[in-house]
């Protein structure tokens, strides 16, 4: 009988550790993966498709209204498809990774412009995945408000030439579902260009 329950508590203790290192194995490449957007094929800030948005004539009174006023509270709402190619590496083009909570902020000029939360879960896999996200747009503050400039600059930024655009670096910071729960990784990963 002892020793039944010491085979037992022998196999229970092999199974939790080839999870956990199954779990790190897992956490380590998508860590080290390496990200880069391909495309946004679609961007709706409270309902309005901005990639056809060229400069303020192209918005409508309404529009424009309901932007600012959202604006004002920080409270808009962005919608986008996005492609997000993983690299994860040699040895490693089999793993998948389901995303169950993603942070993310975009700098511009090295200062935070624009950050998020994305709460839906995404599954990631080597290669390209097409994702839709949904996500509130928290604009940083200044004077206890939104800096109005940030989402100018933003704007301008989503339909300006490459060459003419300011140094742009997407961030995330994603929380993946392991065989022991959910873990937020540490720091934020910079998304290539």
């Keep these: 009988m002892t020793q039944k329950i ?50 303020a004539q192209d918005f409508s009174m309404a529009d424009a209204t309901a932007l600012f006023m959202a604006f004002s509270d920080n409270s808009l709402q962005a919608k986008s498809t996005l ?4 690299n994860l590496g040699e040895g490693n083009e089999d793993r998948t990774m389901t995303v169950t909570q993603l942070k993310w902020q975009l700098l511009v000029d090295e200062q935070e412009a624009v950050s998020g939360i994305v709460q839906e879960p995404v599954e990631l896999k080597n290669g390209l995945n097409t994702i839709t996200v949904n996500t509130p747009l928290k604009f940083a503050e200044v ?3 939104a800096d109005l400039n940030n989402l100018l600059r933003l704007t301008t930024l989503l339909n300006s030439e490459k ?11 994603p929380t993946i579902q392991t065989s022991v ?3 937020e990784l540490p720091s934020f990963i910079n998304i290539k260009k």
């Design 6 to 55: 010491r085979n037992g508590a022998l196999l229970l203790a092999l199974l939790l550790l080839g999870f956990a290192c199954k779990t790190k194995n897992d956490i380590d490449a998508f860590k080290e993966a390496e990200y880069s957007l391909e495309s946004i094929d679609e961007v709706r800030v409270n309902g309005i498709n901005m990639l056809d948005k060229k400069g």
């Design 181 to 183: 729960g959910p873990v």
């Design 163 to 173: 060459e003419k655009r300011p140094d742009v670096i997407l961030q995330i910071k």
């Design 83 to 86: 492609g997000l190619n993983v």
């Design 143 to 145: 004077n206890g408000g």
